[in-house]
């Protein structure tokens, strides 16, 4: 049963009991009557505006979801490389392959190569765009 309901109920079982409405308790309880019917209509109103409101937050969410696969689809047909600051390195004295950080590669101090122990330094010059490097992806050609 509703709220709606249950003071009907208590509107009908007042006018049951031919309650005297012209008397100081009367005109208080057909008062109180009154006010709880329109508590019980402002809850229902409430309650389909509520139930809008989820719909549209629904709605939303699964709009959130759709716009969620696209950018992690093309997320995942990119191949990403979430360490991208990292080098690979080959020593010149045991061939052997490691990565390096940006950081460590830019240190003078070099880097020992884990295989063999060997000190390795490099020469790190910026691209001024002429060397036969570059390709036409290089943002210092011209």
Known sequence: MTTTEKVAYLKGLVEGMALDTDSKEGK????????????????????EELTELGEQVDEI???????????????????????????????PHCDAEFEV????????????????????????EECDGDCSCCDEDCDNKE
């Open 61 to 91: 969410d699964e709009d959130l979801a759709d716009v969620e696969d696209l950018l992690y689809e093309e997320d995942e047909d990119e191949d990403y490389d979430f360490d991208d600051d990292l080098f690979e390195v080959a020593c």
């Open 101 to 124: 950080s940006e950081e460590e590669l830019l240190a003078d101090e070099g880097i020992e190569c884990p295989e063999c122990g060997e000190l390795l330094t490099f020469d790190i």
């Open 28 to 47: 208080v309880l057909a008062a109180i009557i009154d006010v709880l019917n329109d508590m019980a209509l402002d809850m229902e109103d409430l309650g």
